[in-house]
């Protein structure tokens, strides 16, 4: 997963590993990987808003503070109702005059959130933050419009270590003195988007096992037991290798749709050609924490994978979930990709040669390669992409039939650790571990591919 986009909740992803593939195939295949929206404190679960306000007089705007105090009591009874599954006094706060699409939405957003297991659902105002009157769109028959920067805080129970932040982009109103929620769509033209998550989809249901939670809809009930049957098994595989110092606690959604997974995962992804991506919201590598932590899984590529695969998918991005507090955003992609892929493979009896097929040719026209994959190749597509993941896969095998596999945790703390390096200071750290210059690791590297794969 790329660590050095500035997008915590974002992770990583991982390349196709299809249904029907053969299984001497499988590793034939790529898994990428995304980092987290920005490097920032963990966020702490926020206070509830206890307060009251009173409607003014009719014509003469409130003060400030009122507004805001009214404002926020309209967002703390919003998050008290989602707790306590109010649907009345949920949509009460909904502005009587705003567009029918938009209240429709919000009643089956409620609805869809009756399956999901909270240990808390609030909302953060940042009244200092509010957009400027004059961008704010008309609405009729208002008294005031108003567009503070707006926080939903949730976390998921049993699963979620630390409270996650998302925006949400509330437009609000006051209308005979009383403010309400009147869109949160209304502020896209000038950059207020709200987020949405799978509720705003579909109907949610959860299947919790002793290590996460699968959280998907009706449609994917069979994938969603399915991976909850391999969810603890690849949470202490993971362990085994990383060790017990992270929550092993792991979030799996399954969107129905292509739209959706983009929708949790970024406009921009290329959801038609993965398999798998693990996100982040907010990564704080000095406290070594990470909040908001998903496995995204494909709607039109996951449900096909076979058993073998499946494994190996839930292990690669789970490494990712498990390393992300100690990984730094610009650490070189081939080890950040390359471990997580040999933790995946790691008990699957899967040799190199299968599970590396364009490397094995590579190997057979030219020989070895004779430099360690660029992080630009792990941006890219088709067949770059993949030689790059499996060449990552094949310098952590090196690592660890070489030196063992306590040396290649302790390659990966110490580089993910130093992030973005120079050729020298690379150099140095490699050199600090293996006892090798980059120069002389790459030789080593090469003359392993060639033992392994002739």
Not at 154 to 176: I, K
Request: net charge negative; glycine share 8%; hydrophobic share 45%.
């Amino acid at each position: 997963m790329p660590y050095d986009q500035k997008v915590t909740g974002i992770a990583r992803f991982r390349a196709l590993l299809v249904a029907g593939v053969a299984l001497a195939l499988v590793g034939g295949l790529t898994l990428v990987s995304m980092p987290p929206r920005h490097d920032a404190a963990t966020p702490e679960p926020a206070a509830p808003i206890e307060v009251s306000s009173a409607p003014s007089q009719a014509g003469i705007a409130p003060p400030p503070s009122m507004r805001t105090d009214a404002v926020q009591a309209l967002l703390h009874k919003r998050a008290d109702a989602v707790v306590r599954r109010d649907e009345k006094t949920f949509m009460a706060g909904i502005d009587p005059q705003a567009d029918p699409v938009f209240v429709k939405a919000q009643l089956a957003m409620f609805a869809n959130l009756a399956g999901v297991p909270f240990r808390e659902w609030s909302y953060s105002l940042q009244p200092q933050r509010a957009l400027d009157p004059s961008a704010l769109p008309a609405v009729q028959g208002a008294e005031e419009l108003w567009a503070p920067e707006t926080q939903l805080v949730y976390a998921l129970r049993g699963s979620d270590t630390y409270a996650t932040q998302r925006p949400m982009g509330y437009l609000f109103v006051r209308r005979a003195g009383t403010w309400y929620l009147h869109s949160d769509t209304d502020l896209q033209g000038v950059g207020r988007k709200t987020w949405r998550g799978l509720w705003d989809f579909g109907p949610c249901m959860a299947v919790s096992t002793g290590h996460g939670l699968v959280i998907h809809h009706p449609a994917r009930q069979a994938m969603a037991q399915r991976v909850a049957n391999e969810l603890d098994a690849a949470v202490n595989a993971v362990s085994e290798v990383w060790g017990r110092t992270w929550p092993e606690q792991v979030v799996v959604l399954l969107p129905d749709t292509a739209a959706e997974m983009r929708a949790l995962v970024g406009p921009s992804f290329p959801v038609d050609s993965v398999v798998a991506v693990s996100i982040a919201d907010v990564v704080d590598t000095d406290k070594n924490t990470a909040a908001g932590q998903r496995v995204v899984m494909s709607p039109t590529t996951a449900d096909g994978l076979s058993v073998a695969a499946l494994r190996i998918v839930l292990r690669h991005e789970i490494t990712h979930i498990a390393a992300r507090g100690s990984t730094v955003d610009g650490s070189p992609m081939w080890l950040l990709e390359g471990f997580a892929d040999y933790v995946g493979y790691r008990e699957s009896g899967i040799p190199l040669g299968q599970a590396a097929p364009d490397l094995t040719a590579q190997m057979t026209a030219r020989g070895p390669p004779d430099k360690l994959p660029a992080d630009d190749a792990f941006r890219s597509q088709g067949a770059t992409l993949d030689l790059a993941y499996q060449q990552s896969l094949a310098v952590a095998r090196f690592v660890a039939d070489k030196f063992g596999e306590p040396k290649l945790l302790q390659l990966y703390r110490t580089l993910a650790k130093a992030g973005r390096t120079t050729p020298a200071e690379l150099d140095k750290l490699l050199h600090s571990v293996t006892g090798l210059t980059t120069e002389q690791f790459v030789a080593g590297w090469r003359e392993y591919l060639r033992e392994t794969l002739g």
